[in-house]
């Protein structure tokens, strides 16, 4: 599948190194601050992340962390082992509290959320992994509805029933994605490729707002890693959702993202477009030496690209010289 150039926002307001965006960014934090509306610059801001901060013991595992996203967007966080990447999503999903700082999705401030309000933005808010953390022994229709499972009441989960609805829409949406067949069977029994497939089916099926992904394709095949990141790409373009992406190789980022993020030792060290993504840039981000390549960092999707771009260059030679 051929996958369409990601719209650009025009919109410059998220740029941490933009003097005015910070400028801005700390307005609201001052205005939600004193819990009033984040909407009043004739601007809407979907997400403010303000100075997080995150410490395990003395180290800070995430620095002072700013950025502020306009509008929904497909975000791409890279960096090396140890970046904090992981850090991050978790304090946005709430499953660690930051140290410090303020996150506000939508004018609503997640760090703050308690009890039911962040039982409720963990459903608004859906994790991918990279080990797909399904039920290995239920089978691939039930995993993908517990994606309901903050949503239904604990009778019904309880009783594993769930409405008709509910079972055609789960079985629309492993449709979507190249597995409908295979809903009945049990989620173990299905390939890698196939169970993050399911995990993405997991997701779509919770409808959130936000979609984060920790390197959700670090462990697939190239075949299953572009179907994996096709479908969040297609949500965010058809339902507008933001999809904030830790992923592990350059060129996934690249392909996929309106943006990047990358993190060095806890800190934001880039923002920006893909094309502002050169190869001095990354090897800023991942801390290399001269001799860096962007091969350590690439899928093999980029490496099959590569291949047929040499053949071309070949054929195209071999042309010239009749
Ligand atoms: N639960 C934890 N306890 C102590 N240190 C942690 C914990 N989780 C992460 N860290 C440390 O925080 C830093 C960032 O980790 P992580 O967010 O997992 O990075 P990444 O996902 O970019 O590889 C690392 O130095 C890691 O060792
Ligand atoms: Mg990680």
């Known amino acids: 599948m051929k996958i369409p150039p ?20 700390n307005a609201y934090i001052a205005q939600a601050a004193q819990g009033e509306d984040t909407n009043t610059f004739g601007v809407y801001v979907a997400l403010v992340v303000g100075q997080v901060t995150k410490k395990f013991g003395r180290k800070a595992a995430v620095d002072n962390a700013s950025f502020t996203v306009a509008k929904p967007a497909m975000i791409g966080i890279i960096g090396r082992s140890g970046a904090g990447k992981s850090t991050f999503l978790r304090m946005m999903n709430r499953l660690t509290d930051a140290s410090s700082g303020r996150i506000l999705f939508k004018g609503r401030d997640i760090l703050q959320l308690d009890g039911s ?38 009778l019904s989960t309880l009783f594993n029933t769930y409405p008709t609805e509910d079972i055609h829409r789960a079985v629309d949406i492993l449709d979507r994605l190249g597995i ?122 980029g490496a099959i690209a590569r291949y047929k771009a040499a053949e071309q260059l070949i054929r195209e030679a071999e042309a010239e010289a009749g």
């Open 6 to 25: 990601p719209k650009r926002h025009t919109s410059q307001i998220g740029f941490t190194r933009d003097a005015q965006a910070s400028q801005i960014l």
């Open 117 to 154: 309000a962040r039982r409720a933005w963990q459903s608004d808010c859906t994790m991918i992994f990279q080990q797909f953390n399904l039920v290995p022994r239920m089978d691939v229709c039930s995993n993908v509805l517990h994606g309901l499972l903050n949503k239904r009441s604990t």
């Open 180 to 301: 409908a067949d295979q809903a009945a069977k049990r989620t173990e029994a299905l390939s890698g490729g196939q169970q993050q497939r399911v995990a993405i089916a997991r997701a779509l099926m919770q409808d959130a707002e936000i979609i984060l992904a920790d390197e959700p394709i670090a462990s697939l095949d190239p075949m299953n890693a572009q179907i994996v990141m096709d479908a969040p790409r297609r949500i965010h373009e058809k339902d507008g959702r933001m999809v904030i992406a830790n992923l592990h190789t350059l060129d996934t980022a690249r392909r996929y993202c309106d943006r990047v993020i990358g993190m060095r030792d806890g800190r934001i060290v880039f923002d920006g477009t893909p094309e502002q993504l050169t190869t001095g840039v990354a090897r800023d981000i991942y801390g290399a030496k001269a001799d860096f390549s962007e091969e350590a960092t690439s899928t093999e999707i």
